[in-house]
């Protein structure tokens, strides 16, 4: 039990958290104006990858979200936003 006037933290829900990402990814892409293919090619996977990712079929690893993150910012540099 908590003490009187401390509210407990609030639980996030780890769906939560997977659903923004892959929002966040999706609309990172769109913003640069890439394709689903061609973010694939920029990071070497199948675009079917990419496509699961977005989704939420297949999660989200530390070492794609990074990779995700230097090719969008990469191609924001090189193209800027299409948005």
Same mark, same amino acid.
């Given at each position: 039990? /908590?003490? +009187?006037?401390?509210?407990?933290p609030r639980k996030v829900c780890v /769906?939560? +958290?997977i659903g923004k990402c892959?929002?966040?990814?999706r609309k990172a892409r769109e913003a640069v104006g890439l394709s689903q293919l061609e973010l694939a090619n920029l990071l070497s996977?199948?675009?079917?990858?990419v496509s699961r990712v977005e989704t939420g079929r297949d999660p989200?690893?530390?070492?794609?979200a990074l990779r995700i993150h230097s090719a969008l910012a990469l191609a924001f540099k090189t193209h800027g936003s299409k948005a």
């Open positions: 039990m /908590m003490p +009187r006037g401390i509210t407990p /769906m939560d +958290r892959r929002i966040a990814v996977v199948p675009e079917i990858k989200l690893s530390r070492d794609l």
